[in-house]
């Protein structure tokens, strides 16, 4: 299967000679416990939406989105080239939904670097972030730091991939930093190790929101 949402589905990863290897490469991001930014879509920077329902206006905040049942799934990751599979990502999905949560990927890649199928299908929400502002604001992009200074085989400008779950009050209950930025891995990805805890963490946050709407409606 072809893949293409992260640069190492095809590459081995080297710290790059001179410097000294970090596990984090001096990146600080967002994790569990920490409350996420509101923040604001705007819809014509969708290149595929699959709630159309939700995704009305010309624009949608993150609380928005959160004042729905279902919790928030955020997944950071970094197109590199043109992408013409998303299989893996819409049987994650499936998994995500049935647990009660909604998936929003967040992207670097354009259009362009979709397939027309992929956005006529529209069977993912999937979001351009553009010039990587939502990606800084979680901590996992740094202009003045690129990940290609740490890592041979990474040339493209990219964040590093991450998953977030967030509940209804922008907390963030589940985080998975992909230093390694082997996401992606073509059928290995869902049996990574990561993707059951993440699972629990919707399961468990859609829970919690069901018992405050039906308190609130009480």
């Given at each position: 299967m072809s893949n293409n949402f992260a640069a190492t589905t095809s590459k081995v990863l080297l710290p790059v000679l001179g410097n000294q290897s970090k596990s984090n490469y001096n990146y600080y991001p967002l994790l569990s416990g920490d409350k996420f930014p509101s923040f604001v879509l705007d819809r014509a920077s969708f290149v595929s939406i699959k709630d159309k329902?939700?995704?009305?206006?010309?624009?949608?905040?993150?609380?928005?989105?959160?004042?729905?049942?279902?919790?928030?799934?955020?997944?950071?990751?970094?197109?590199?080239?043109?992408?013409?599979?998303?299989?893996?990502?819409?049987?994650?999905?499936?998994?995500?939904?049935?647990?009660g949560g909604r998936l929003l990927i967040v992207t670097n890649g354009n259009n362009k670097q979709f397939?027309?199928?992929?956005?006529?299908?529209?069977?993912?929400?999937?979001?351009?972030?553009?010039?990587?502002?939502?990606?800084?604001?979680?901590?996992?992009?740094?202009?003045?730091?690129?990940?290609?200074?740490?890592?041979?085989?990474?040339?493209?400008?990219?964040?590093?991939?991450?998953?977030?779950?967030?509940?209804?009050?922008h907390g963030i209950v589940f985080h998975h930093i992909d230093y390694a930025l082997k996401t992606v891995s073509g059928s290995k990805f869902s049996e990574s190790s990561f993707i059951r805890n993440l699972l629990t963490s919707v399961y468990q946050a859609a829970s919690t929101n069901a018992n405050y709407l039906r308190r609130a409606i009480s």
């Open positions: 329902d939700l995704f009305t206006e010309s624009f949608i905040s993150s609380q928005d989105i959160l004042d729905f049942p279902q919790p928030l799934v955020l997944a950071f990751l970094s197109v590199t080239d043109k992408v013409i599979d998303t299989q893996v990502w819409e049987s994650l999905q499936s998994d995500i939904e049935i647990m397939t027309h199928k992929i956005r006529r299908d529209n069977k993912l929400n999937i979001w351009e972030d553009h010039r990587q502002q939502l990606a800084e604001e979680a901590g996992l992009y740094d202009s003045q730091n690129p990940i290609s200074d740490w890592l041979s085989g990474v040339d493209a400008d990219i964040a590093i991939p991450a998953f977030y779950v967030i509940g209804k009050d």
